[in-house]
């Protein structure tokens, strides 16, 4: 079973940067694409961003579109979320995710980190 593990998240002030970073093993990288997903309490948990792990293509929900971008590092089976121009409404549980289609659903992806807190103070 694919084992991923975040981390990075923490506080910051809007306008501020962080960068998650999730550490994958237990899988054959190449066959997964690589999403993150944030949920608040009390809402359901909704695409930020995903990277195919053999194209490299990305893509990414409006709501971060050029302050996000998401990469991946296959030497060190790790794929990261950079997070600029933060925003408070950008606080949220961040989620790595593994799956193999292509889709913005949660129900797409089969294997899931335990999360990062983020939290952006204004």
């Known amino acids: 079973q694919v084992q991923l593990v975040e981390s990075g998240g923490g506080l910051v002030q809007a306008g501020g940067s962080l960068r998650l970073s999730c550490a994958a093993s237990?899988?054959?990288?190449?066959?997964?694409?690589m999403g993150w997903f944030r949920q608040t309490p009390g809402k359901e948990r909704i695409f930020v961003a995903a990277?195919?792990?053999?194209?490299?293509?990305?893509s990414y929900a409006d709501s971060v579109k050029g302050r996000f971008t998401i990469s991946r590092d296959n030497v060190k089976n790790a794929v990261y979320l950079q997070m600029n121009s933060l925003k408070p409404e950008d606080t949220a549980s961040y989620y790595c995710?593994?799956?193999?289609?292509?889709?913005?659903?949660?129900?797409?992806?089969?294997?899931w980190g335990q999360g990062t807190q983020v939290t952006v103070s204004s």
């Open positions: 990277i195919s792990w053999g194209g490299g293509s990305t």
């Open positions: 995710a593994a799956g193999r289609i292509v889709s913005t659903a949660p129900s797409a992806y089969n294997y």
């Open positions: 237990g899988g054959t990288f190449s066959s997964y694409r």
